[in-house]
């Protein structure tokens, strides 16, 4: 492969989903000047039949197998080894890029900009129907768009799809995916918004998320609670040295999930999450009351249908 002429490399990580994995690959076009990367993060015999594996000998494809089985943010640095694009863009095995991003992206191509953010839809992976899953992507597009203020864009969209992110940023800065089971792409996400010197925003909708039953994003036990709140730390630690804590991570909503394993457990995550916020009681009561007010918002709206159905 001419690295020269590269424009786009395309990380998909994947784990036992091989169906879905090939109809991402099938929504995207063979040029010459795309590198596909796919890498297996140590998939399961009984749910992948290795010797068909979705992109082998494809035509622009690269397939990569690793064995540490330590995530998709493992198997994304993987990707960014083999990358040689001009331009990085990231997809989820279980999404799909829109009909026509190519022609979206191709407008960039040859643009100074270090991050492009576009606009996304959502779908239910089984049955395409509509879900709200975007929205709070295409708000900060839209937002951008109308403010010139892309900060939000930067500091609080925090997974990496529906981007164009050049690769020199990338290797300049030296990021890299955190090696976490799950909120693994939240670093990279702020760290590249935080380096990237010239961003702008596209409401163009060149990617579709998807959300089905059983994936890692709806699974919530203690384990995985515990990542995403280590992660939240350190991204509101990263953002307070450098003088942007009101970007932060409202790390309150966690006690939401941990009022579900017990009053000890919950009690604990609870003085966690206080030392966090290392003597500011008025973020911590601000962000507490923001968490409140949000889940009586949603319990409200839920009252106000059960009577509507009666």
Known sequence: MDCNTINYSIIIPHKNIPELLQRCLDSIPRRVDLQIIVVDDNSDLDKVDFSHF???????????????????????????????????????????????????????????????????????????????????????VERAILTNDFNPLRFKLYGPMSKMIARRLVVENSLYF???????????????????????????MIYCLTVRKGSLELFVNKERCDERLAAAFRINDFLKGRGLL?????????????????????????????????????????????????????????????????
């Not at 943010?73 to 279980?94: E, P, S």
């Not at 009681?281 to 949603?298: A, G, H, I, P, T």
């Open 54 to 140: 979705p992109g082998m000998n494809e035509e622009c494809v690269e397939v990569y197998f690793t064995k540490e089985g330590k995530g998709a943010g493992y198997a994304r640095n993987i990707g960014l080894q083999h990358a040689v694009g001009k331009w990085l863009i990231f997809a989820d095995a279980d999404d799909f890029f829109n009909c026509g991003f190519l022609y979206s992206i191709d407008k960039y191509r040859d643009s100074l900009y270090d991050i492009i953010y576009f606009g996304v839809n959502s779908v239910f992976s089984d049955s395409l129907k509509i879900t709200n899953r975007g929205e709070r992507v295409n708000e900060f």
């Open 246 to 310: 009101r970007y932060r991570f409202n790390v309150c909503v966690f006690l939401k999930f941990y009022s579900n394993f017990g009053l000890v457990v919950l009690l604990s995550r609870f003085m966690c999450i206080c030392q966090h916020y290392q003597g500011a009681y008025l973020l911590f009561m601000e962000d507490l009351l923001e968490c409140f007010l949000k889940l009586f918002k949603k319990r409200k709206a839920g009252f106000k249908h059960v009577i509507g159905k009666n």
């Open 178 to 204: 955190e090696e976490r089971t799950v909120a693994n792409d939240i670093w990279f996400s702020i760290t590249s918004g935080f380096y990237a010197q010239k961003v702008i925003a596209d409401r163009t």
